[in-house]
């Protein structure tokens, strides 16, 4: 019981419930321009992306059932690396957030943590820790909601573009245009480890490259070679850097999907949902989840009682069914049942009347069966009596057992005649109970005393009518 | 006080659950059981009606022969006496027989009387004494009057020194009751209807 429990109460559990299995999510980004967001939607004929329009006017069409990812900005969230001990990972996020609080000095409530693995150390694990005030998150979460979007997984932009660089592996670094004021810089770590990722303003949009493209350049070995610079989104360069070559992702790596974008903006939104595979995947959802705890936990109570109420109705259909199938098999049975009765009624009468004459005609033929058993008796016992044998017992009792005693000439003659009885047509399990030699006056002779029975349909009167 | 979703989760889960069996217990108690047994009485009286059916079905089959055999019956069978008359004919006509097989009946004894739905047997156990084929022509006298007379068991005991044998017969009357030879229903009278002898 324990074990359903705590399986029903599994976070990751109803969140991967939540999101894999359904054939649409949505993925939503907040810019100064107002709400961006994305529909993936699964068809047997493959993949279809379109924008959805979020605003309060088609708030009442969104309400369905996708689940809807929130792409949280870079100048939303915090990102520190930590190294906390190998342990459970049920305690690894309660660990990572006092290593936080310690770290950051930040209060304990109001902090929602989200993280991913990014090195393994013997006896230590490493992870990019994502930090969000509460508060942003729940005010994000609550707006998309009163528009008719419910969010599953608040999504770091670390963790998207992460995934989108994975993904075009010929790129060094990645620039992701935020509506139009901001930008993303992506830039793997140098130890391999991972990416960092960088807020850059509009307006600072070529020194915060520049501060970038110095950093890409440790981590490559080539250190000469021009960079590929991966573009999501409109991106205006304010002018020329040396060394550098872009190209756009969507159409280098997705150019089918790409045609169909109405909107540039919508790129990085777009890239980020092919790149991590919604709707069928959701890679890093769980421990990356930014989801604060009181919007996850209400989320997490409905999909609990969504789970009760299906099992109540499949249990109650089944009994429904069940129930009907039987009512259904009776009411098959009853106008069967009436069919039959009304063709008792047309013979009823005529078939019970030549029932009881069939009965009266047994009982008269039981009444003469014992005076053909014992002519019968008589006949056979004359048929295989030898010579020297007499009888001074023959009985037959009602039950049909057959007893005879009697008197032999020699000692081998009642030998004799229990396989003589037995060849009878009428007699079974004749046995020479006992053959004795007796003194009398005269002299002495053989006494025997022999047992069978009248086969059963003698014994039964049944044979015949 | 620390709120622990998880103690939450589990009491509402355990709430849900409760919900769940108690709906699968109401339906299976109200919906199902009584669907089970209208389905299980249903059955039931249709195959015993089947059985009748089937039953009456292979008796109207053979109703012609039957009906022969049934009329070929002794009318003496279908006489309404009471119990003291119905064995007082018997035992007349075991004298009868004795008699004239040249016979001497040694005892005879009335034994209690069944009575069946459908008819009544009266019984008497009687002790002969002559020889072997006396007693033969005794019992086809017997049996083969007006009567339904059988024997039900028999003891033959030789005497000793004398060619003669002893036969203790246990004789058996039915008297038939419910319908008459033409098939339609007789109704008993009150003494027909005691079991006393």
């Known amino acids: 019981m324990e074990d359903i429990l705590g399986r029903l109460m599994n976070f990751a559990s109803v969140w991967s419930v939540r999101l894999t299995g359904t054939k649409q999510a949505i993925l939503c980004q907040p810019s100064q321009a107002g709400w961006r967001a994305i529909s993936f939607n699964r ?21 369905l059932s996708q689940p809807g990812v929130l792409l949280l900005p870079r100048s939303h969230y915090f990102i520190r690396r930590l190294t906390v001990p190998k342990a459970d990972p049920d305690q690894t996020r309660t660990m990572l957030r006092l290593e936080a609080q310690g770290l950051l ?45 419910t969010i599953d997984c608040v999504l770091p932009s670390a963790v998207a573009w992460g995934a989108v660089l994975r993904a075009c592996p010929n790129l060094d670094m990645l620039v992701v245009a935020i509506g139009s004021s901001e930008y993303e810089a992506v830039v793997p770590m140098s130890d391999g480890s991972g990416f960092a990722v960088r807020a850059i303003p509009a307006s600072q949009l070529n020194a915060g490259l520049a501060e970038c493209v110095r950093l890409a350049r440790q981590s490559i070995s080539q250190a000469d070679r021009a960079l590929k610079v991966g573009l999501l989104g409109p991106v205006e360069l304010g002018g020329n850097i040396a060394g550098l070559t872009f190209e756009d992702v969507l159409v280098g790596r997705w150019p089918e999907q790409s045609a169909c974008l109405s909107d540039q903006a919508e ?53 429904a069914l069940a129930g009907g199938a039987l009512n259904l098999s009776a009411r098959a049975h009853e106008r069967e049942l009436a069919n039959i009765q009304s063709q008792l009624d047309g013979i009823g009468s005529t078939g019970r009347v030549i029932g009881r004459q069939i009965q009266q005609l047994r009982l008269a ?34 039950a049909g057992a057959v007893s005879l005693q009697g008197q032999a000439d020699s000692l081998s003659l009642p030998f004799l005649l229990p396989q003589r009885l037995q060849r009878r047509p009428n007699l079974e399990q004749v046995l020479l109970r006992d053959a004795a030699q007796v003194k009398r006056s005269g002299g002495s002779e053989i006494e025997f005393y022999i047992e069978g029975l009248l086969k059963r349909e ?5 044979y015949g009518i | 006080m620390v709120f622990d979703i998880r103690d939450d989760c589990r009491r509402q889960v355990i709430l849900g659950l409760m919900g769940v069996f108690l709906l699968a217990f109401g339906m299976t108690q109200w919906l199902v059981l009584p669907s089970w ?37 002794p009318a003496q069978a279908w006489r309404v006496q009471d119990d003291e008359e119905a064995l007082s004919y018997l035992l007349v006509n075991v004298e009868s027989a004795a008699r004239s097989s040249d016979l001497s009946l040694v005892n005879a004894r009335p034994l209690p009387v069944k009575t069946e739905p459908d008819h009544r047997t009266y019984r008497v156990r009687i002790v002969l004494s002559g020889r072997l ?5 005794f019992v086809d006298r017997i049996t083969s009057g007006d009567a339904l007379v059988g024997l039900d068991g028999f003891t033959l005991r030789g005497e000793q020194g004398e060619n003669k044998t002893e036969a203790t017969f246990e004789i058996v009357m039915i008297r038939l009751r419910g319908l008459d030879r033409a098939g339609s229903t007789t109704q008993p009278t009150a003494t027909e209807d005691s079991d006393e002898p």
């Open chain 1, 43 to 63: 068809l047997k004929s493959g993949l279809s992306v379109q924008s959805v329009s979020i605003d309060p006017k088609n708030a009442s069409t969104l309400k």
């Open chain 1, 105 to 149: 000095g930040l209060e304990q409530n109001g902090l929602e943590i989200g993280y991913l693995p990014v090195a393994e150390n013997a006896g230590s694990n490493s992870f990019e820790l994502y930090l969000a005030r509460q508060s942003v998150l729940e005010k994000l979460v609550g707006e998309l909601r009163s528009l008719g979007v």
């Open chain 1, 267 to 319: 790129a990085p939104l777009l890239a980020c949902g092919l790149a991590m595979g919604y709707p069928d995947q959701q890679v890093g959802l769980s421990d990356a989840n930014l989801l604060p705890a009181r919007i996850r936990r209400g989320l997490q109570i409905r999909t609990l009682w969504q789970r009760l109420a299906a099992s109540a109705a499949l249990v109650a259909v089944g009994l």
């Open chain 1, 365 to 398: 033929r039981q009444a003469t069966e014992g005076t053909r058993n014992f002519l019968m008796l008589l006949d056979d016992l004359e048929a295989v009596t030898p010579k020297g044998i007499s009888y001074s017992r023959v009985e037959l009792d009602s």
């Open chain 1, 458 to 462: 003698r014994r039964d009167g049944s």
């Open chain 2, 37 to 73: 047994d209208r389905f299980k009485s249903s059955r039931s009286a249709l195959e015993d009606r089947q059985v009748e059916l089937a039953r009456l079905r292979s008796n109207i089959a053979v109703a012609a022969q039957v009906g022969k055999a049934h009329a070929s019956l």
């Open chain 2, 133 to 137: 084929e006396q007693i033969v022509r």
